[in-house]
């Protein structure tokens, strides 16, 4: 959807580093979403924001922080990456109630 | 997610047969949502169902919503290699959930011509 991008599309790191994945909307919807995506799991939260500054944790936070100082960004980074961060990344947005629009992902390959 | 359990893993029919997909939820819905992502690709929303009973249809795919049940069927007719795909369901359990859906971990269909 071109509302919605995200960026990088695919990256490569290695364990301990710092990777910062960035989602980008220009439909100025209120809430945005990050899900990871695994075989075996589905999609499951990490962090949803529901405005500028106001964001909150989802089913698994853990080692995942978020930012949005802007209505259109919502930056997802991995303090410290490990192998277990291994994933497709999907960011989405809703206007509340009827349904996400998703990016196209990013797939992140930890080393 | 165990919130939502989807039936069949996976899925292989000849073109042109129909097929159901189902969606089961532990919890009260408050919405249920569907969706098709494309290998490699993002999740495209279909359709959306709140009420019991509710039934909505997008070309070839119909959806029904089972409130009693808390369960939802997807339902594609003289199916195509163009429905091919991964198939997942996501549902709102809270009344008010600020957007945060459960997902199911989807139904991988495949097509053959």
Known sequence: DAGITQSPRHKVTETGTPVTLRCHQTENHRYMYWYRQ?????????????????????????????????????????????????????????????????????????? | SQELEQSPQSLIVQEGKNLTINCTSSKTLYGLYWYKQKYGEGLIFLMMLQKGGEEKSHEKITAKLDEKKQQSSLHITAS??????????????????????????????????
Do not use: M, W
């Open chain 1, 38 to 111: 695994d075989p075996g799991h589905g999609l499951r939260l990490i962090h949803y924001s529901y405005g500028v500054k106001d964001t909150d944790k989802g089913e698994v936070s853990d080692g995942y922080s978020v930012s949005r100082s802007k209505t259109e960004d919502f930056l997802l980074t991995l303090e410290s990456a490990t192998s277990s961060q291994t994933s497709v990344y999907f960011c989405a947005t809703t206007t509340g109630g009827d349904g996400y629009t998703f990016g196209s992902g990013t797939r992140l390959t930890v080393v």
């Open chain 2, 80 to 113: 195509q290699p163009s429905h091919a795909g991964i198939y997942l369901c996501g549902a709102d359990t809270l009344p008010t959930n600020a957007g945060k859906s459960t997902f199911g971990d989807g139904t991988t269909l495949t097509v053959k011509p």
